[in-house]
Nanobody, 120 residues
Framework: QVQLVESGGGLVQPGGSLRLSCAAS????????MGWYRQAPGKQRELVAV???????NYAASVKGRFTISRDNAKNTVYLQMNSLKPEDTAVYYC??????????????WGQGTQVTVSS
């Protein structure tokens, strides 16, 4: 079993910043990629950002230039620095990890989610 635990969500004013963290633990051989998704009420879950073990990154157009994803491979931890937050960024943010559990198999895992609310 693999567990992902998110932290860092909360309530901030427009223009403010938050830093989300997600740590993976359990039966992990390695992690190919880690990322963040978000889902607002009544909307589809969408990709926010992803980073591979090699350091390649990808961002949703709506957050590019404002959010930065990074990871500490040694700690199996991914971070999402969110700056210049807007009310439309309000959502539950979910951590995701593509975990290699054996030399020939990998599994996608999800965290429980952390609420981010941007409001005056």
């Amino acid at each position: 079993q693999v567990q992902l635990v998110e932290s860092g969500g909360g309530l901030v004013q427009p223009g403010g910043s938050l830093r989300l963290s997600c740590a993976a633990s359990g039966s992990i051989f390695s992690i190919k990629a880690m990322g963040w998704y978000r889902q607002a009420p009544g909307k589809q879950r969408e990709l926010v950002a992803v980073v591979t073990s090699g350091g390649s990154t990808n961002y949703a157009a709506s957050v590019k230039g404002r959010f930065t994803i990074s990871r500490d491979n040694a700690k199996n931890t991914v971070y999402l620095q969110m700056n210049s937050l807007k009310p439309e960024d309000t959502a539950v943010y979910y951590c995701n990890a593509d975990v290699v559990i054996t030399l020939r198999a990998n599994v996608l895992y999800w965290g429980q989610g952390t609420q981010v609310t941007v409001s005056s």
